[in-house]
């Protein structure tokens, strides 16, 4: 499955935005989904996660009631929506695809990432 992510960019403290992650190739449905994220100088981080059975949702304590993850079947793609931007929150955002989880290496198919970056 490839993965493109695209949405990021630059935003003042307390703004939003929406990252977008479409896949194609297999069977999109088989898959759990993602979001990562990677500031400069830090590790890989798990941001949010959803699960195709049963769209649940899961959440990085740093991002939950801020951060929502939703999808579209028909479109093939998962978004998350970002609210209440802190500068924390900036980094290389990446989206995945596997078997869902909070570790990078419980998935197996990752996108490009996308670049968001919010200023105070």
């Known amino acids: 499955v490839q993965l493109q992510a695209s949405g990021g960019g630059l935003v003042q403290a307390g703004g939003s935005l929406r990252l977008s992650c479409r896949a194609s190739g297999r069977t999109f449905s088989a898959y759990n989904m993602g979001w990562f994220r990677q500031a400069p100088g830090k590790d890989r981080e798990f941001v949010a996660g959803m699960y195709w059975s049963d769209s649940n949702a899961y959440y990085a304590d740093s991002v939950k009631g801020r951060f929502t993850v939703s999808r579209d079947n028909v479109k093939n793609t998962v978004y998350l929506q970002m609210n209440s931007l802190k500068p924390e929150d900036t980094a290389v955002y990446f989206c995945?695809?596997?078997?869902?989880?909070?570790?990078?290496?419980?998935?197996?198919?990752w996108g490009q990432g996308t670049l968001v970056t919010v200023s105070s």
């Open positions: 995945a695809a596997g078997g869902g989880g909070t570790y990078s290496d419980d998935y197996a198919y």
